[in-house]
C-alpha cells in the first residue's frame, strides 16, 4: 500500500495570514497516460465526517472558497489556506487514490487559531 | 442531492459480528463508475479505508482486514451492507460510508457511527 505522511502534525496561524500543509507518498501517485495526481484533501471539524476540498491535487471541489488552493506533483503535494478564518479551523488530510482500490490516507494535520 | 446515512448497534460485545448499512439517495450504485466505500476513524486517530463495492459488484478490502470484511449491496433498496466479525476493543471507531465517483475521488459522506466494543 502507498504511505502518506504530512507535516507538520499541527500548526497555529493567526488570523488572516497563510496556512501550509505538506503531504508526501510513498511512490508517485502521477498516472502518465493523463497526467494526473492522484491526490485529493480533506477537511475534517470535530464531530463532522471529512469534506471534499480539492482532488486532482489542485481542482478545488464546488462550494469550497478560493482561500483554500492545492498544489504538487508525483510524490510532493502542499495545501495553502491563503487567509485563515476562524471557520478554518479542523484537521485536514490527505489522500491518494492512485493505488486502487485502497485509498489511503495521511495522518492529517491539525489547523488552529494563534 | 447525495445524501448517505449509516445505521448498526452503537455496542457490540467482543468476539461478535458487527453489521452495518448504508442506506444512500442521489445517485444510483447501477451507475458506471460509482462505488461505495466503508471508512472507519477510532477516537482521536486518523482515518483507515475498509472496503468498497463497485457498480459493477466488484468487491474489494484491506489487506490486514480482509479475513473478517463482507461487503454487499442491494442496488434496488440503495443499501451497501458491510459485516465484521470477530471484533475487539481496537475496533471501537466512528464508521463511515462514502461515495466515490469515478471511481477515483470520495466525494460525499455519511455522518457516521460510533461503533463500540466492549463487554
Known amino acids: 500500500d502507498i504511505v502518506m505522511t504530512q507535516s507538520p502534525d499541527s500548526l497555529a496561524v493567526s488570523l488572516g495570514e497563510r496556512a501550509t500543509i505538506n503531504c508526501k507518498s510513498s511512490?508517485?501517485?502521477?498516472?502518465?497516460?493523463?497526467?494526473?495526481?492522484?491526490l485529493a484533501w480533506y477537511q475534517q471539524k470535530p464531530g463532522q465526517p471529512p469534506k471534499l476540498l480539492i482532488y486532482?491535487?489542485?481542482t478545488r471541489e464546488s462550494g469550497v472558497p478560493d482561500r483554500f488552493s492545492g498544489s504538487g506533483s508525483g510524490t510532493d503535494f502542499t495545501l495553502t489556506i491563503s487567509s485563515l478564518q476562524a471557520e478554518d479551523v479542523a484537521v485536514y488530510y490527505c489522500?491518494?487514490?492512485?493505488?486502487?482500490?485502497?485509498?489511503?490516507f495521511g495522518p492529517g494535520t491539525k489547523v488552529d487559531i494563534k | 442531492q447525495v445524501t448517505l446515512r449509516e445505521s448498526g448497534p452503537a455496542l457490540v460485545k467482543p468476539t461478535q459480528t458487527l453489521t452495518l448499512t448504508c442506506t444512500f439517495s442521489?445517485?444510483?450504485?447501477?451507475?458506471?463508475?460509482?462505488?461505495v466505500s466503508w471508512i472507519r476513524q477510532p477516537p482521536g486517530k486518523a482515518l483507515e479505508w475498509l472496503a468498497r463495492?463497485?457498480?459493477?459488484?466488484?468487491?474489494y478490502y484491506s489487506t490486514s482486514l480482509k479475513t473478517r470484511l463482507t461487503i454487499s449491496k442491494d442496488t434496488s433498496k440503495n443499501q451497501v451492507v458491510l459485516t465484521m466479525t470477530n471484533m475487539d476493543p481496537v475496533d471501537t471507531a466512528t464508521y463511515y460510508c462514502?461515495?466515490?465517483?469515478?471511481?477515483?475521488?470520495?466525494?460525499?459522506w455519511g455522518q457516521g457511527t460510533l461503533v463500540t466494543v466492549s463487554s
Open positions: 462514502a461515495r466515490i465517483r469515478a471511481a477515483a475521488v470520495t466525494d460525499y
Open positions: 442521489g445517485f444510483s450504485l447501477s451507475t458506471s463508475g460509482m462505488c
Open positions: 463495492i463497485d457498480w459493477d459488484d466488484d468487491k
Open positions: 511512490q508517485s501517485v502521477l498516472y502518465s497516460s493523463n497526467n494526473k495526481n492522484y
Open positions: 486532482w491535487a489542485s
Open positions: 489522500q491518494q487514490y492512485y493505488s486502487t482500490p485502497v485509498f489511503t
